[in-house]
């Protein structure tokens, strides 16, 4: 009684353990390529349906990824494909995983389910996959030699090396970028009014707008005269008042008068004027 009692426990080990599980003509299976694998390494799970008749035999539910104790799911891939076997057409379909350990001792992938409906009578079913286990070794020892007063020597050269090349071409830097001359009023002018005719060369009130407010930086910068937001009635008056001479105040007062007038009145004039008052001034200022 206890022979044939001890028969049947094997029988049954077999058949959950490693005989595929199969459902009529559909069978499915599972293998691992190893048992025992090092922290480093990693164990690859191979699945297998398998199944008389076409690929539209059956239809599957979407197979889940594994669950794992002690494993992570590294990578999966996955075929199907259908031949001829004595005769009769039969489809394979085969998913791989590959994982690799979390931590060292025994690693537990879960039983998988799969579920499925045959065609064309709509019959559902499951197959399930048996447990495996895996033994993980303990990781590997890393050696590490202690050199951190070595280390911090060397990483205290480096960093005093680069602040001063940092120091150096900043410093060769400053060198050589050119200083910009010191222009005097007369020259600054003359810059602004070539810029200005420039930007300006169509529009006539813009040009005007722009001349009566150089003019105003130029007696700023030569005569010292404080003009800031101040009407052209007041810049006339502190021009009056200032000492130059009669023929260059003249001038002056003349360009500042119609700048005045030409900015805020409405649009005339021929071009041939703005082009002689130009002359004029380059010729006052020296261009």
């Given amino acids: 009684m206890i022979k044939n009692f001890s028969g049947l426990v094997l029988i049954i080990y077999l058949l959950i353990f490693i005989s595929p599980v199969s459902a009529g003509e559909l069978s499915l299976s599972a293998r691992l390529d ?32 594994p669950v794992a104790q002690g494993l992570q799911v590294q990578g999966t891939t996955s075929a199907i494909s259908s031949g001829i076997e004595s005769g009769t057409e039969v489809t394979t379909r085969k998913f791989h995983y590959d994982f690799r350990p979390s931590r060292a001792g025994i690693g537990i992938i879960e039983p998988i389910i799969l579920k499925y409906v045959s065609m064309p009578d709509s019959i559902p079913g499951e197959l399930t996959t048996q447990q495996f286990q895996v033994s993980i070794a303990q990781p590997l020892p890393k050696s590490v030699k202690s050199n951190f007063k070595r280390n911090a020597a060397i990483l205290g050269a480096v960093i005093v090396l680069l602040a001063a090349i940092i120091y150096g071409l900043k410093l ?26 420039k930007e300006t060369s169509f529009d006539r009130k813009a040009f005007f707008t722009h001349l009566y407010k150089i003019l105003g930086e130029y007696l700023e910068k030569k005569y010292g005269m404080s003009l800031g937001g101040k009407s052209a009635a007041v810049v006339l008056e ?39 008052l130009i002359s004029e001034l380059e010729d006052f200022f020296g261009k």
């Fill in 34 to 65: 190893h048992n025992e694998i090092a922290f480093e390494g990693t164990v690859g799970l191979d699945i297998e349906i398998k199944w008389q008749g076409g690929m539209d035999k059956y239809a599957f539910g979407l197979l889940p990824l």
């Fill in 172 to 197: 060769r830097q400053r060198k050589s970028i050119p200083t910009a001359p010191v222009l005097n009023p007369e020259a600054n002018f003359a810059d602004q009014l070539t810029q200005l005719k």
């Fill in 238 to 276: 502190q021009l009056h008042a200032t000492e130059i001479e009669t023929g260059k105040k003249g001038k002056l007062i003349e360009w500042i008068t119609l700048a005045e007038k030409e900015k805020y009145a409405p649009v005339s004039g021929a071009p041939g004027d703005t082009i002689r």
